[in-house]
């Protein structure tokens, strides 16, 4: 099935061909913009929290990435049960 016809059937398709697009323009796009909000709009940007962290050892990168996979890890594992969860529930509204 060509591109287009993917696109304008599913919008996560278009999403993300439009995602890729912005990242093949411009490498540092999403880095930037996720500079900015965390400078302007993070609750960690807050001065006593970010002392916190920085004592904790969190504010080094690598602390931040594995943070950071773990949250990958654990909205897939959530993810998971949801389905699974939203899954029973249907069946047994269509059973009943």
């Known amino acids: 099935m ?11 398709a278009a999403l993300a061909s439009a995602l890729a697009a912005l990242l093949l323009w411009r490498p540092g796009a ?3 913009l996720t500079r900015y909000l965390s400078d302007r709009w993070s609750i960690l ?13 969190l504010d080094n990168p690598a602390v931040a990435m594995g943070l950071g996979l773990l949250g990958l890890l654990l909205v897939g594992w959530v993810s998971l049960h949801l389905y699974r969860w939203t899954e029973r529930l ?5 059973g009943a």
Do not use: E, N
């Open 2 to 12: 060509p591109w287009w016809i993917q696109a304008s059937a599913d919008p996560a």
């Open 30 to 32: 999403l880095t930037d």
């Open 45 to 57: 940007a807050w001065p006593a929290l970010s002392q916190a962290k920085s004592l904790l050892g």
């Open 90 to 94: 249907a069946r047994r509204s269509a």
